[in-house]
């Protein structure tokens, strides 16, 4: 009817304007938690001559051009982060607005109360590269978007290959039929997890960043809110198997597990890496509890859970105060 459609399009107007006031507010500020390494970054891309030298400054290709570019028009940082994290926000805007519409707008609210602290505002390049990640979800089923938006990712932020691994097809189809799947990733992760942090440009800051015991807290608690969340999710999406939303979170859902499953198997040699992947589940997390809230009290339950255990992160890691502040 015309009044929903009419109400449809106020609410995707009250997002577009929230996702810019976002970006705005994220990229178009002097002072924020890794500011200052974000700042010698960016100073360094531009006194440096050497592309070898820019690239090592920047950390990943994306960050690189985009502070080349921003630099041109102003030599101000805070146009190069704005530029980052417009991109980031519009990435996510315009992947939910493919998949449900009808979520756009309380998922914009909830990633900026709850995730955006930990992403846009602190680690700029993670939260670009979540941001392609969903949109090569969104596209999965056609090909060339899906590479365009792989390459993206990887390029905003090197670690997400195995993201972009478990999106692809073949691995993503081999994981929703075999859970055993998921343990062997752990054990894989476990085992060559030193190799991999020596292979990265900046690895050896990461050396003395082993997890204590507790570190496992973490990708355990997302395992069990995962559980709740999709909760018969296999019995929902077999009566409606030619849904785009559906087929989306049928995708969805070997990328959260098995990011899991990798948090798990680093979470103690290195505790920040497993953080990030973990970010990457919790966002896709997130949009994936707000279409299945609705199916079962055991899926009404995972949303809330999702929400306290991400207001423990803010709180535990003092974003929210940071940004306050």
Same mark, same amino acid.
């Given at each position: 009817?015309?009044?929903?459609?009419?109400?449809? *399009?106020?609410?995707?107007?009250?997002?577009?304007?929230?996702?810019? =006031?976002?970006?705005?507010?994220?990229?178009?500020?002097?002072?924020?938690?890794?500011?200052?390494?974000?700042?010698?970054?960016?100073?360094?891309?531009?006194?440096?001559?050497?592309? =070898?030298?820019?690239?090592?400054?920047?950390?990943?290709?994306?960050?690189?051009?985009?502070?080349? #570019?921003?630099?041109?028009?102003?030599?101000? =940082?805070?146009?190069?982060?704005? #530029?980052?994290?417009?991109?980031?926000?519009?990435? *996510?805007?315009?992947?939910? *607005?493919?998949?449900?519409?009808?979520?756009?707008?309380?998922? #914009?609210?909830?990633?900026?109360?709850?995730?955006?602290?930990?992403?846009?505002?602190?680690?700029?390049?993670?939260?670009?590269?979540?941001?392609?990640?969903?949109?090569?979800?969104?596209?999965?089923?056609?090909?060339?978007?899906?590479?365009?938006?792989?390459?993206?990712?990887?390029?905003?932020?090197?670690?997400?290959?195995?993201?972009? #691994?478990?999106?692809?097809?073949?691995?993503?189809?081999?994981?929703?039929?075999?859970?055993?799947?998921?343990?062997?990733?752990?054990?894989?992760?476990?085992?060559?997890?030193?190799?991999?942090?020596?292979?990265?440009?900046?690895?050896?800051?990461?050396?003395?960043?082993?997890?204590?015991?507790?570190?496992?807290?973490?990708?355990?608690?997302?395992?069990?809110?995962?559980?709740?969340?999709?909760?018969?999710?296999?019995?929902?999406?077999?009566?409606?198997?030619?849904?785009?939303?559906?087929?989306?979170?049928?995708?969805?859902?070997?990328?959260?597990?098995?990011?899991?499953?990798? =948090?798990?198997?680093?979470?103690?040699?290195?505790?920040?890496?497993?953080?990030?992947?973990?970010?990457?589940?919790?966002?896709?997390?997130?949009?994936?509890?707000?279409?299945?809230?609705?199916?079962?009290?055991?899926?009404?339950?995972?949303?809330?859970?999702?929400?306290?255990?991400?207001?423990?992160?803010?709180?535990?890691?003092?974003?929210?105060?940071?940004?306050?502040?």
């Amino acid at each position: 009817s015309a009044t929903v459609t009419n109400r449809t *399009k106020i609410y995707s107007l009250l997002a577009l304007i929230g996702a810019i =006031a976002l970006a705005f507010f994220s990229g178009w500020r002097d002072v924020g938690i890794d500011r200052d390494n974000y700042l010698m970054m960016y100073e360094g891309v531009l006194s440096s001559e050497d592309i =070898a030298v820019k690239f090592l400054y920047a950390k990943d290709v994306t960050f690189l051009l985009l502070s080349s #570019l921003a630099s041109y028009i102003s030599e101000d =940082a805070k146009l190069a982060f704005l #530029l980052v994290c417009l991109l980031s926000v519009a990435a *996510k805007y315009f992947a939910v *607005k493919k998949i449900a519409p009808r979520y756009l707008l309380v998922f #914009l609210i909830m990633y900026a109360v709850f995730l955006s602290p930990g992403l846009e505002f602190a680690a700029m390049r993670g939260g670009l590269a979540i941001g392609f990640i969903m949109l090569a979800l969104a596209y999965s089923e056609r090909l060339f978007p899906f590479i365009v938006f792989s390459i993206l990712t990887v390029a905003s932020h090197m670690t997400l290959l195995p993201a972009v #691994l478990l999106a692809y097809r073949p691995v993503n189809e081999l994981l929703g039929r075999h859970k055993i799947g998921y343990v062997a990733i752990t054990v894989l992760t476990s085992l060559i997890a030193v190799q991999l942090i020596a292979l990265l440009p900046h690895g050896v800051d990461y050396e003395e960043n082993q997890g204590t015991l507790f570190a496992y807290a973490l990708p355990m608690a997302t395992l069990i809110i995962s559980q709740l969340v999709f909760y018969r999710f296999e019995r929902v999406a077999s009566i409606q198997p030619k849904d785009s939303v559906f087929q989306f979170l049928t995708i969805t859902k070997p990328v959260i597990y098995g990011l899991i499953a990798i =948090a798990f198997g680093i979470s103690g040699m290195v505790v920040t890496a497993s953080i990030r992947y973990l970010e990457v589940a919790l966002c896709l997390l997130l949009l994936s509890a707000l279409i299945l809230y609705r199916r079962s009290f055991p899926n009404f339950v995972g949303l809330v859970a999702l929400i306290c255990f991400l207001s423990y992160l803010n709180i535990y890691r003092f974003t929210w105060l940071a940004i306050i502040d």
